[in-house]
C-alpha cells in the first residue's frame, strides 16, 4: 500500500511563499509520475501540476505556470510544491497523488492511483 502525506500548508499574505511537501512510503518512488491537485471551497478539485517519474518533465495548469515550480527527489521519495506570489484564488486543499501506468502523469484525476489526505493553504488579502 503507498501511503501520500503532505505537509507544509498554512495561512499566508498574498505575494508570500510557501513550499509543500509530500512523502511516499510503501513504494518505489521512481515508478511513479506524481502530481499536485487542488480543491477551492465548492469547487471541483483541479490539476495543478504534473512530474515525470525521472522528475525530468513538468507542466502546470496555466494558473499557475511562471508561479508554481514542482519537483521531485526519488532518492527520499519526496515531492514538493514551492508555491511563490501566491494570491488569494490558491486558498484551496492541496493534493498530492501518483501515477503508476503513465511515465509523465497526466491532468486527469481519475487516472491517479493513490492520493493524500491534503493540505490547507489559506492565502489573505
Known amino acids: 500500500q503507498v501511503d501520500l502525506v503532505e505537509s507544509g500548508g498554512g495561512l499566508v499574505q498574498a505575494g508570500g511563499s510557501l513550499r509543500l511537501s509530500c512523502a511516499a512510503s510503501?513504494?518505489?518512488?521512481?515508478?511513479?509520475?506524481m502530481a499536485w491537485f487542488r480543491q477551492a471551497p465548492g469547487k471541483e478539485r483541479e490539476f495543478v501540476a504534473a512530474?515525470?517519474?525521472?522528475?525530468?518533465?513538468?507542466y502546470y495548469t496555466d494558473a499557475v505556470r511562471g508561479r508554481f515550480i514542482i519537483s521531485k527527489d526519488n532518492a527520499r521519495g519526496a515531492l514538493f510544491l514551492q508555491i511563490n506570489n501566491l494570491k488569494p484564488e490558491d486558498t484551496a486543499i492541496y493534493y498530492c497523488?501518483?501515477?503508476?501506468?503513465?511515465?509523465?502523469?497526466?491532468?486527469?484525476?481519475?487516472?491517479?492511483?493513490?492520493w493524500g489526505q491534503g493540505t490547507q493553504v489559506t492565502v489573505s488579502s
Open positions: 497523488a501518483a501515477d503508476k501506468d503513465r511515465p509523465y502523469g497526466t491532468s486527469k484525476s481519475d487516472e491517479y492511483d493513490y
Open positions: 510503501g513504494c518505489t518512488f521512481t515508478d511513479y509520475a
Open positions: 512530474i515525470s517519474r525521472t522528475g525530468l518533465s513538468t
